[in-house]
């Protein structure tokens, strides 16, 4: 079977056939427990960020060990994702997904009863182990459980909204968990999500054995290099927000990092059973659908931190408003998503429809940036962030179909974690790189001026601004990207999907 879903097919491809599919009859109950595994994972990224300050009072820790309680989870999560996705694809999907799910309920259980900081990163470093495991399962079961052509772009798209609009929801029921009952049940809902997904998940799947022949070795070298290589990346760029870029834990890290990736790059292309094989991620379309994954992670930080910081601390809204007013955002984004994967992909291909939506996504962010003291929600806010959710959901999820289409079901797994990995790792360095503009802007502003409450909240202005202005940049730069990686044409959604052989 040819790599690319679009190269000239010079052997014949095989025809996904729903009588080889032994979870066709019942995929969209199937989708809705990878739906709830899914967004489980992507708002525990934001969850615990409206219940830092109640945790923090609680447990009695100290600001800076406030924010390893979102970076522990961060951590775990972005450097294991290859080698959670090829775990799949070892020892089957279901298995994988189970264990990551019944994981991930357990570990959430211990940091909701947590009586101490440690406990509580603990318990956020394990999530991430969990759903290192979880994500990628769940994106490959994805993959080989919806094969006719149309309903795949309707699953994608479903899954795609999710995976924007989950963390706004994230900040949502952040914000009613904290306000109407407890910090801790940030952490105990994931328990709720976990089992019902977990019960109906074991009833649903069925387990199929991976054949002998089928089934990949672990690439121990190359698991060892990436997940150094990735947890020293992600550990840099976090020391980013409590150091500067002349700190050695940072730049030593990043360097050390960057090291170790070209280390496991280098025998990805020489070893006989790579972690990542390079056939997945040299294939220009999948190139360019991570690349735009990897860029729209990046951008979308702005939209979740800065914005959250405008609404609560200068239009003084609560937390449950500050979810709620994300939610039109979530709604344009549901609606774009579904309608790029279903009816346009299929018929344009992913070229025109990633970057389009990128560079209604940097329109929405320009306008973004032109908010001030002044502002009003509705005058503001509401109709740039609805531009938003249209341009990503219009790329997010034609990016991530494609990302996997034409995937060997044995590199599944690996090709899911891969997308996984490039969004992680691209709000990481979003985190670090806006953080740092918008605090350099913020200093600029107020040097060599007398300070007044006035001024300073000019400068906080001045700094959100800042960060939408370069995240519309990076949008900007990702549709390029994306335009000259991507092939034009509807892409062949034939056999793209193949029959599971787990």
């Known amino acids: ?11 014949p491809r095989v025809v996904a056939d729903h009588g080889d599919n032994p979870h066709h009859a019942r995929r969209w109950l199937i989708l809705v427990m990878i739906g709830l595994a899914q967004l489980m994972v992507v708002l525990d990224a934001t969850i615990v960020n409206i219940a830092l300050p109640s945790a923090q009072a609680d447990l009695g820790f100290s600001n800076d060990a406030r924010q390893w309680v979102v970076t522990a989870y961060a951590l775990a999560f972005g450097s294991l994702l290859l080698l959670g996705g090829r775990i799949g694809d070892i020892f089957g999907r279901k298995p994988a997904f189970l264990v990551g799910l019944g994981g991930f309920a357990v570990v959430s259980a211990i940091g909701g009863a947590a009586t101490s900081i440690e406990m509580l990163l603990a318990a956020r470093a394990a999530q991430g182990v969990f759903g290192a495991l979880l994500a990628p399962a769940a994106l490959s079961l994805l993959t080989t459980t919806f094969t006719d052509p149309k309903e795949r772009g309707r699953a994608f798209g479903i899954f795609g909204a999710i995976a924007g609009g989950g963390a706004a929801i994230g900040l949502l029921l952040g914000g009613v968990l904290t306000e109407y009952l407890d910090w801790r049940w940030c952490m105990y ?25 089928d089934r990949p070795k672990l690439d121990v070298p190359g698991t060892l290099t990436s997940t150094a290589g990735l947890f020293a990346v992600v550990y840099g760029f976090a020391n980013k927000e409590s150091h500067d870029w002349s700190s050695a834990s940072v730049w030593g890290f990043l360097l050390a990092g960057v090291v170790l990736l070209v280390v496991f790059v280098r025998i990805q292309t020489t070893t006989s059973h790579p972690l990542l094989p390079m056939r997945i991620v040299l294939d220009r379309d999948r ?4 690349a735009s994954v990897f860029l729209l992670g990046i951008g979308m930080f702005a939209i979740f931190l800065f ?4 609404l609560q601390q200068n239009l003084r ?7 709620l007013a994300f939610m039109p955002m979530v709604a344009t984004l549901m609606i774009s998503a579904t309608s790029a994967t279903a009816l346009l992909l299929p018929r344009f291909g992913a070229r025109p429809l990633v970057p389009l939506g990128m560079v209604i996504g940097a ?3 320009f306008w973004l940036s032109q908010i001030s003291l002044t502002s009003t929600y509705s005058g503001g806010v509401l109709l740039p962030l609805m531009v938003l959710g249209v341009g ?4 997010m999820a034609p990016a991530m179909s494609v990302a996997t289409l034409g995937v060997e079901a044995h590199d599944a797994g690996v090709a899911s974690a ?7 790792i691209g709000g990481s360095i979003g985190t670090a790189l806006l953080s740092t503009l918008a605090a350099d802007a913020a200093v600029s502003f107020v040097d060599g001026r007398q300070p007044t409450p006035q001024l300073l909240a000019d400068a906080a202005i001045h700094s959100y601004s800042t960060a939408f202005t370069w995240a519309a940049g990076v949008f900007l730069v990702g549709a390029l990207i994306s335009g000259l990686l991507l092939r034009s044409g509807a892409p062949n959604m034939e056999g793209a999907a193949p029959a599971v052989h787990m």
Do not use: K
Request: proline share 6%.
């Open 287 to 290: 190139a360019g659908a991570y």
């Open 317 to 323: 809204f609560t937390p449950i408003e500050s979810g």
């Open 418 to 424: 891969t997308v996984n990995t490039m969004q992680q």
């Open 189 to 213: 809902v994931n328990i709720v999500f976990a089992v019902i997904a977990l019960a109906g998940s074991y009833v649903l799947l069925r387990h199929e054995p991976v054949a002998a022949s």
């Open 1 to 11: 079977m040819p790599d690319s879903p679009t190269a000239t097919v010079e052997a």
């Open 363 to 365: 329109v929405g962010l």
């Open 307 to 310: 914005l959250t910081f405008y």
């Open 392 to 395: 990503i959901g219009l790329s």
